[in-house]
């Protein structure tokens, strides 16, 4: 395994510019084919497998789809006009209380498909001038635009597919 950075340890450059919004969505777009790529060819035993009391393949990719519902209502933020995002939940208490080991792997795969689905489709719809909106992100304590939010879950996205990567590595051989 390799030394990464903690999700919580990131720290990221928003200074490109707001015109890459659309690359950006590209990302998120993206990721229920790349996860789907990943993993669904995999025996179930590797699927639910942990290391040690690490979630597994399964699991980050529920945690992929528990997070959907909480992006959506920070795009509503957006919209709205929020000063301030609403904070995650660091504990990730969904995700432990899940149980996404015991649930087919088909389902969490159509699921997370549909949500991402839903949330491409709202950020679709929007004119260029609303990516540029700004919100304090509360872990991060900075301003954040809309388009740097789309940042942010693209590489929150990037973060546990590395993950499934390195368990498929570890245990496959």
Request: proline share 3%; charged share 30%.
């Amino acid at each position: 395994m390799s030394n990464r950075i903690r999700w919580i340890d990131r720290r990221f450059d928003f200074s490109f510019p707001v015109a890459l919004y659309p690359e950006m969505i590209e990302r998120l777009r993206g990721t229920p084919a790349r996860l789907e790529d990943r993993i669904q060819k995999l025996p179930h035993a590797i699927l639910v497998r942990r290391d040690g009391e690490r979630w597994s393949i399964q699991e980050n990719a529920g945690h992929l789809l528990d997070l959907e519902t909480m992006v959506l209502k920070r795009v509503d933020e957006y919209e709205a006009g929020a000063q301030t995002l609403h904070a995650a939940d660091m504990s990730n208490r969904r995700t432990y209380e899940g149980e996404h080991n015991s649930h087919s792997i088909e389902s969490i795969l159509q699921g997370f498909r549909e949500a991402r689905w839903r949330l491409i489709k709202r950020l679709d719809g929007f004119e260029a001038e609303m990516f540029a909106r700004t919100a304090i992100h509360p872990r991060l304590q900075t301003s954040m635009r809309l388009v740097d939010m789309i940042l942010f879950q693209a590489e929150h996205d990037d973060f546990h597919l590395t993950r499934i990567s390195e368990l498929i590595s570890l245990f496959e051989t």
